[in-house]
């Protein structure tokens, strides 16, 4: 096939995670074939798999993500449900201690997804495989970028891809044309190296590195943990850099993650495991893990920093690729934030294909970029707050974090301001809804009667 510019008939993703299956999905709507390329064999919903060893962990889907899943598969929400999943109210189910409090539980309308990351990944793949026109080749890895010279302005154009079945012996590469290739291939994405090798400049990366651990176990959950279903939430603090996250998942199960920052990890063993979560600035976790019953060994993963691609600052990139989710941006895991943004940015895609081909890569990326700022914005602005924690810190931050402390201290107690809060850490209102006049006086008069 002679990929011709604007001719929307095959689009190729490159890697069937979360942001792969939704960048698949916006596709749909605008190709008449798409084809996700994935190295791994997919397991049944609720089974981890080696491609994507964050699954084993705790993760929670924002009020916003709820949302955007449903929108683009509808009944989603009804599925995970009826396979296990729990779904209810954010702020008035989930057990939050933060900065040496608990926030008081009120309906918000604010919505949250208890789920395995298995079971929702496995649940999304499913419904995407439903599409008669997405076919999801496993166990395939891509090896590269096909390209030709652009009819346009003399720059190469991506018009497909190489890939090897990894279940044929030998290296026998097979050629994939598409008039669009989105790599959705995680963090270690390989694009920046084929970009690199075709003349390509390298974007500007910014880190934060705050040297994250992450060790999960998996527990029998009984009715009488936690009201049997209530998310426990134990954020990190200025004089204890741990913390914890209990998801009530389906099988009757709990994950449990406990985090370190700063090089801090909880211990593999049990008994360590135990001890750590003994140690966490409320005991909740512990609370129920010193008798619950446990059905896993423990994961670890280590996480050294959050990760920004500035593909928007480009001046030259080819057209018919687009890079998106952990690829471009891979925020710390603790805020839980990348599937949420992985669904955004598969909405900004679908609305950017609307304009059709030309000129997609400029704009998606500047989109995607004004995009990121929130989330990307949450995240930095509390992990720089650690002194210990490396990069670039802009001058006005330090005025801004005690003015976010003030807020999240009142907000404890303030409804109103606690609703303003997690519609930002929800990806629904910007980081600059908190400086609305209201919001501002509301901050400075709870703190001075507190
Ligand atoms: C420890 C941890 C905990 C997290 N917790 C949360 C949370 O609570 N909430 C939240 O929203 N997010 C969380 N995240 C982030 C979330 O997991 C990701 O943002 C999300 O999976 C989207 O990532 P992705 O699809 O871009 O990439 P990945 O999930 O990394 O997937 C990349 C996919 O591409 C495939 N692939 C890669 N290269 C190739 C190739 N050459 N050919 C074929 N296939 C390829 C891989 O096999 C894989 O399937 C967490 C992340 C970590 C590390």
């Given at each position: 096939?002679?990929?011709?510019?604007?001719?929307?008939?095959?689009?190729?993703?490159?890697?069937?995670?979360?942001?792969?299956?939704?960048?698949?999905?916006?596709?749909?709507?605008h190709f008449e074939?798409?084809?996700?390329?994935?190295?791994?064999?997919?397991?049944?919903?609720?089974?981890?798999?080696?491609?994507?060893?964050?699954?084993?962990?705790?993760?929670?889907?924002?009020?916003?993500?709820?949302?955007?899943?449903?929108?683009?598969?509808?009944?989603?929400?009804?599925?995970?449900?009826?396979?296990?999943?729990?779904?209810?109210?954010?702020?008035?189910?989930?057990?939050?201690f933060s900065m040496?409090?608990?926030?008081?539980?009120?309906?918000?309308g604010l919505k949250?997804?208890?789920?395995?990351?298995?079971?929702?990944?496995?649940?999304?793949?499913?419904?995407?495989?439903?599409?008669?026109?997405?076919?999801?080749?496993?166990?395939?890895?891509?090896?590269?970028?096909?390209?030709?010279?652009?009819?346009?302005?003399?720059?190469?154009?991506?018009?497909?891809?190489?890939?090897?079945?990894?279940?044929?012996?030998?290296?026998?590469?097979?050629?994939?044309?598409?008039?669009?290739?989105?790599?959705?291939?995680?963090?270690?994405?390989?694009?920046?190296?084929?970009?690199?090798?075709?003349?390509?400049?390298?974007?500007?990366?910014?880190?934060?590195?705050?040297?994250?651990?992450?060790?999960?176990?998996?527990?029998?959950?009984?009715?009488?943990?936690?009201?049997?279903?209530?998310?426990?939430?134990?954020?990190?603090?200025?004089?204890?850099?741990?913390?914890?996250?209990?998801?009530?998942?389906?099988?009757?199960?709990?994950?449990?993650?406990?985090?370190?920052?700063?090089?801090?990890?909880?211990?593999?063993?049990?008994?360590?495991?135990?001890?750590?979560?003994?140690?966490?600035?409320?005991?909740?976790?512990?609370?129920?893990?010193?008798?619950?019953?446990?059905?896993?060994?423990?994961?670890?993963?280590?996480?050294?920093?959050?990760?920004?691609?500035?593909?928007?600052?480009?001046?030259?990139?080819?057209?018919?690729?687009?890079?998106?989710?952990?690829?471009?941006?891979?925020?710390?895991?603790?805020?839980?934030?990348?599937?949420?943004?992985?669904?955004?940015?598969?909405?900004?895609?679908?609305?950017?294909?609307?304009?059709?081909?030309?000129?997609?890569?400029?704009?998606?990326?500047?989109?995607?970029?004004?995009?990121?700022?929130?989330?990307?914005?949450?995240?930095?602005?509390?992990?720089?707050?650690?002194?210990?924690?490396?990069?670039?810190?802009?001058?006005?931050?330090?005025?801004?974090?005690?003015?976010?402390?003030?807020?999240?201290?009142?907000?404890?107690?303030?409804?109103?301001?606690?609703?303003?809060?997690?519609?930002?850490?929800?990806?629904?209102?910007?980081?600059?809804?908190?400086?609305?006049?209201?919001?501002?006086?509301?901050?400075?008069?709870?703190?001075?009667?507190?």
């Amino acid at each position: 096939m002679e990929a011709t510019p604007g001719r929307m008939e095959r689009a190729i993703v490159i890697g069937a995670s979360v942001s792969g299956l939704l960048a698949a999905r916006a596709l749909a709507n605008h190709f008449e074939r798409v084809i996700v390329v994935e190295r791994d064999v997919l397991p049944p919903p609720g089974q981890p798999r080696k491609g994507v060893p964050q699954g084993r962990h705790a993760h929670v889907l924002l009020s916003r993500g709820v949302d955007l899943l449903e929108a683009f598969f509808p009944g989603l929400t009804q599925e995970l449900v009826s396979q296990g999943a729990i779904a209810g109210d954010l702020s008035e189910t989930v057990r939050w201690f933060s900065m040496g409090a608990y926030t008081r539980n009120f309906p918000s309308g604010l919505k949250s997804m208890q789920a395995s990351r298995p079971l929702l990944e496995g649940t999304l793949y499913r419904r995407l495989c439903a599409l008669p026109n997405v076919t999801v080749l496993q166990n395939h890895d891509v090896t590269g970028l096909l390209t030709r010279p652009s009819v346009r302005d003399g720059e190469l154009r991506v018009n497909g891809v190489t890939a090897v079945d990894r279940a044929k012996p030998g290296p026998m590469e097979m050629e994939l044309e598409a008039d669009l290739v989105v790599d959705a291939g995680g963090r270690g994405s390989r694009s920046l190296a084929w970009l690199e090798s075709l003349g390509y400049p390298r974007p500007e990366e910014e880190h934060i590195k705050m040297n994250l651990s992450y060790t999960s176990r998996v527990f029998r959950r009984l009715p009488e943990h936690a009201n049997g279903q209530s998310p426990v939430v134990i954020l990190p603090s200025f004089n204890n850099r741990r913390g914890g996250t209990m998801l009530a998942v389906e099988g009757g199960r709990w994950v449990v993650t406990l985090a370190g920052y700063l090089g801090d990890a909880a211990p593999a063993d049990l008994d360590g495991f135990i001890e750590f979560a003994r140690s966490l600035d409320a005991p909740d976790c512990y609370d129920i893990l010193k008798t619950a019953e446990p059905l896993s060994e423990a994961s670890q993963y280590k996480y050294a920093a959050s990760q920004r691609r500035r593909f928007e600052k480009l001046t030259r990139f080819p057209e018919g690729l687009l890079v998106c989710g952990d690829a471009m941006c891979s925020f710390n895991p603790i805020y839980g934030q990348g599937m949420t943004t992985a669904a955004c940015e598969a909405e900004l895609l679908d609305s950017c294909l609307r304009q059709g081909l030309t000129g997609l890569a400029p704009r998606f990326f500047r989109r995607a970029s004004r995009l990121l700022d929130s989330p990307w914005d949450i995240a930095a602005g509390s992990d720089l707050a650690y002194p210990e924690v490396e990069g670039r810190r802009a001058p006005a931050m330090r005025m801004v974090g005690l003015y976010l402390d003030r807020l999240l201290k009142a907000s404890r107690q303030d409804t109103v301001l606690n609703l303003a809060f997690q519609r930002v850490t929800n990806l629904i209102d910007p980081p600059a809804s908190l400086f609305r006049p209201h919001i501002v006086w509301r901050v400075l008069f709870m703190q001075r009667s507190a």
